[in-house]
């Protein structure tokens, strides 16, 4: 029998057993059951936390930063938290938390150094990161007991199975995260026989009559691995804070540092950072006042805020502000928003930075700041929560807008948005909903466009003079080196990044400037000069299809360059048969018409 085969038949028969238990705990008995067969428990336990670190490193699962166990081909990917995390969340357990500090710092509930590690199955183990004080544990793993440990190590390398003692492995944590532990008897481990006396497994001795190795592998008197038998017996399970107080009366451990511990099984600690300032303050659905009412605070509630957001103006007391915080009520874990008009941060906010987006190698890369940080995002323009999709590695999807926030200890970083063309080129200020999209996605493909800076397409804005040249130039692919951007105009610098295309232009005889010296390059260039200069390049012409409403507006010398150009499908009038000849083109709009004109030429 193979071993998934035995673990999948443990598997069921614990669920069998569960129903059994139930009717014993009604009875009166919490955790510690006399006479129940090995392994019948209720909940998790650390025996199968312990057995899904070997089944992740015997599956061969990859790793990748983000991951919590998605599937990958024909196995699945994590980090080394996400190892940890998907155990849990396979069982219907939400309260791991994301990174190596995180979980650490939230569910360790009792620890020590590996001088002194416990015999217990599905403890976790960590190593340090010496240069981040913050965040101080840089890698997390699973004790698999006979001083073994399973981890998702890093890229190219992926699951490990590898001594504790090996590769700076330095703490060993108790979890809580509703995990139960064994305590005396006979219990079934990754399809061998253990026997736990007060809450470690044995090793290197005889226990009704089978010797126990080194390993605490059973072994018959033949030398071959005890089988599992329903005579095999075990007094239960308990949780985690009983076998702390067991290893602490022991001696064994100490007491987790400031800022840890608790676990999630019934701390405590209810941490705020934050308390309202005004009286009968609305928690909001939205930042906005347009969004649903969810509760009303009095002055001084203690708050958690846990990110922040723009949204709509607020104006009280002579103050205003666009940032609101999302928050979340300790007294029954409601989440929301309140403007930060009404809210006085009193402790530390520790939120996480915006991750970053970026395009390589033909794949969309998210990266935040540490591995602690989870990475959620959407492709449909909302805005993404903890329920959105998780980046779990690098995206071959392009010619979309994707929004993104790290969340750390249920904290939000600002959003970050980014709008991938198809070529890859990112932009920041436009999303794939506007009306433009299409014809800027072109225009920037063809070459014939690039942004303005600092991710800034500025579609909106009138593109200049200058401008409108040198994509005239990128459209023709004319090689501007071999001009030195010297012309006769004095208004233009020759070392301005247009002034080789005005040159170029200009000796074709494609341009004219408004007076022999001067062409008023950063001026916005006019819907009919923007004909003329297409009908030059072009040799366009009119095939008298009709006048615009207000063709006498159209100046005497662009009147057949504006015909030729609506004749040749480049341009179109502004509604109700009107042209606005002296008005002017967006870059958005300008990329329209070169494309189309690259398209059809």
């Known amino acids: ?70 599937q990958y081909g024909d196995t699945r990917a994590s980090d080394c938290a996400g190892l940890l995390y998907a155990f849990f969340t396979d069982h219907g357990i939400y309260s791991c938390m994301g990174g190596a500090s995180s979980q650490v710092r939230l569910n360790t509930i009792w620890h020590g150094s590996l001088d002194e590690l416990p015999r217990i199955h599905g403890l976790s183990v960590t190593m340090m990161d010496p240069y981040d004080y913050q965040y101080p544990y840089g890698h997390v793993g699973i004790y698999v007991g006979n001083g073994m440990v399973t981890d998702n190590s890093t890229y190219g390398t992926d699951m490990v199975y590898d001594s504790v003692y090996s590769r700076g492995w330095s703490e060993w944590h108790l979890f809580d995260c509703g995990l139960l532990f ?54 239960g399970f308990v949780n985690a804070a009983t076998v702390r107080d067991y290893l602490k009366a022991q001696g064994i451990g100490y007491e987790v540092g400031a800022g840890y511990g608790g676990g999630n099984g019934g701390g405590s600690d209810s941490h705020t950072n934050a308390r309202v300032t005004g009286s009968g303050v609305n928690v909001r659905s939205q930042p906005n006042t347009q969004s649903s009412v969810l509760t009303t605070l009095s002055y001084g509630t203690q708050i958690l805020v846990t990110g922040q957001e ?141 942004g303005s800076g600092n991710g800034s397409f500025e579609p909106t804005e009138n593109i200049s003079r200058g401008d ?37 232009a200009s000796s074709m005889g494609y341009i004219n400037g408004v007076s022999a010296t001067a062409f008023e390059p950063e001026e916005p260039i006019s819907r009919e000069a923007m004909c003329v200069i297409l009908m030059k390049y072009g040799n366009l012409s009119s095939s008298n299809s009709g006048t615009f409403a207000d063709d006498s507006e159209i100046s005497s010398w662009a009147r057949e360059a504006v015909y030729a150009c609506r004749d040749a499908g480049l341009i179109s009038g502004v509604g109700e048969n009107s042209f606005d000849p002296q008005g002017y083109t967006e870059r958005a709009a300008a990329c329209k018409v070169f494309a189309n004109y690259y398209e059809r030429y």
Do not use: C
């Open 1 to 70: 029998m193979t071993m998934k085969r035995h673990a999948t038949m443990k598997r069921q028969a614990m669920r069998m057993f569960s129903l059994l238990l139930a009717v014993v705990l009604l009875l009166g008995a919490a955790y510690a059951v006399p006479g129940l067969t090995a392994s019948a428990a209720e909940g998790v336990t650390s025996l199968e936390f312990a057995e899904h670190g070997l089944m992740a490193w015997r599956d061969g699962w990859v790793y990748q930063y983000g991951g919590k166990g998605e």
């Open 310 to 450: 723009e949204g709509q103006n607020i104006v009280s007391g002579g103050q205003s502000s666009t940032l609101w915080y999302e928050i979340v009520l300790p007294s029954n874990g409601a989440t929301g928003y309140i403007s930060s008009l009404y809210v006085e941060i009193t402790g530390d906010l520790d939120m996480p930075d915006t991750p970053v987006i970026s395009y390589e190698d033909g794949y969309v890369t998210m990266t935040a700041n540490s591995e602690e940080e989870t990475i959620y995002y959407t492709t449909d323009n909302t805005t993404p929560t903890e329920d959105s999709t998780p980046y779990t590695g690098p995206i071959y999807m392009v010619g979309l807008t994707y929004r993104a926030v790290s969340i750390l200890d249920g904290q939000k970083s600002g959003e970050a948005m980014a709008t991938v063309l198809s070529n890859g080129a990112i932009f920041t200020d436009f999303t794939s909903e506007d009306w433009f999209f299409d014809d800027v996605d072109r225009a920037v493909g063809y070459g014939i466009f690039g």
């Open 468 to 504: 409108f040249v040198k994509a005239l130039a990128n459209m023709d692919g004319v090689d501007l080196d071999s001009y030195s951007g010297e012309t006769a105009f004095q208004d233009v610098d020759p070392d301005i990044y247009y002034a080789k295309a005005i040159q170029w």
């Open 182 to 235: 064994p305590v005396n008897g006979w219990y079934e481990f990754d399809g061998n026989m253990y026997h736990y006396t007060d809450y470690q497994y044995d090793v290197d001795t005889v226990v009704d009559g089978y010797t126990i190795g080194s390993d605490g592998i059973a072994y018959n008197d033949d030398g071959t691995p005890l089988a599992y038998s329903d005579t095999l017996q075990n007094e």
